[in-house]
């Protein structure tokens, strides 16, 4: 039976992450908690949970909403909502205090799955690196005390004992010796593990500005949660480009800025190669995440489809193109995107005006559940 404190924490845990929950579009958008982010964990802040309380006035103070004052104005002195910034500096402790959460990362991948209402994915293939897992399935007749199987003990000493005659049913006793002991014995058996290749590519040119680069990493971070939750293993490559492109480590990627021009095409020769050298497609689940706000040299767009529909898309379990806006690029490129989606199931665009689109971007790229 399960003590009070115990019930209580659970039910604790159950608001604490139904609040979560309530206020997942907002994590999403904002990324609030990438910073946070621990190994397995994230930490997340969510207002505390204050019981109300009713304050009585003095007898005979009037009725209830008698006073000065017009209607729907704050109570409050100089009619300000706490916490609303306003007002020289104070002594007194506030009344909106926040608590960090830790929350799993399986359990927000959870979260958004069932907010979101992604599908689950059926990986294909097998990575070529198996793991294995010890299972006690078989009997031995050597092996440690703590594994001893006391009924197969029994059932062997009680056989022995009728074959030997010493057995009486007036007086059963049974006394195993130690040829009779039995041992749980284990099994290695492998298990084959369905991984995914993430690769991430990102124009760096002197368009895509810091604002822009924030919205790439906030909706990495959560594609990462979704797709990590539904494979063994997970690994992200990262490819950035202007009118060159390389691959490059995950820190490169968030905080580069060039200022050359923009040729695609440079990118796809990477990621191609990329493909072909670490990740064979009958084994591999390969999702590619393109980023850019849609400048390419005009030149370089029939070398870029080419490319894309040869080399790299029919490998891909799916391909994200997400153009994110800016002031300065022109948004052209999604447009000779547009051409393909209708041969090209695994083609999936996005548009992502800014950070509170950043969510149904997620829900777009991920939902066909491939």
Request: with cysteine.
């Amino acid at each position: 039976m399960s003590r009070n404190i115990d019930r209580d924490l659970t039910r604790f845990k159950q608001i604490v992450r139904g609040k979560v929950r309530q206020n997942l579009r907002k994590y999403v958008n904002h990324g609030e908690m990438i910073g946070r982010k621990g190994k397995n964990v994230v930490s997340i802040p969510v207002p505390s949970i204050n019981i109300p309380r009713f304050q009585h006035g003095p007898k005979g103070s009037g009725g209830v909403g008698q006073g000065d004052g017009e209607e729907g104005q704050p109570i409050g002195k100089g009619g300000q909502q706490p916490g609303d910034g306003m007002g020289p500096a104070g002594s007194e402790p506030g009344d909106q205090h926040y608590r960090e959460v830790e929350v799993t990362l399986d359990e927000l991948a959870e979260m958004l799955g069932d907010e979101l209402q992604l599908p689950r994915i059926e990986p294909k293939g097998n990575d070529a690196i198996v793991s294995k897992k010890d299972r006690y399935t078989t009997i031995s007749d050597n092996g440690p005390d703590s594994l001893r199987h006391h009924k197969r003990t029994f059932k062997k000493a009680l056989k022995r004992s009728i074959a030997s005659a010493s057995y009486r049913p007036e007086r059963p006793m049974i006394i195993p010796t130690r040829p009779d002991f039995q041992y749980r014995s284990w099994k290695s058996v492998p298990l084959p593990q369905s991984n995914a290749a993430l690769i991430y590519i990102m124009d760096v040119s002197g368009s895509m500005m810091d604002e822009q680069k924030e919205i790439v990493r906030t909706e990495a971070f959560w594609i990462d949660t979704w797709l990590r939750n539904q494979y063994d293993g997970v690994e992200c490559r990262y490819i950035i480009h202007d009118a060159a492109a390389k691959e490059v480590d995950e820190d490169t990627f968030y905080h580069t800025r060039e200022s050359g021009g923009t040729r695609i095409s440079s990118a796809y020769k990477v990621c191609r190669d990329l493909i072909r050298r670490d990740f064979p497609p009958s084994e591999w689940n390969i999702y590619c995440f393109q980023f850019s706000d849609g400048d390419n040299w005009g030149e370089d767009n029939k070398d870029c489809l080419q490319m894309l529909i040869e080399d790299i898309m029919v490998h891909c379990n799916l391909y994200c193109y997400g153009q994110v806006e800016s002031p300065y690029g022109s948004g052209d490129f999604i447009r000779e995107l547009r051409n393909l989606t209708e041969e090209h199931e695994n083609l999936v665009l996005s548009e992502i005006p800014g950070k509170d689109a950043i969510y149904d971007s997620i829900k777009t790229f991920l939902g066909k559940g491939k």
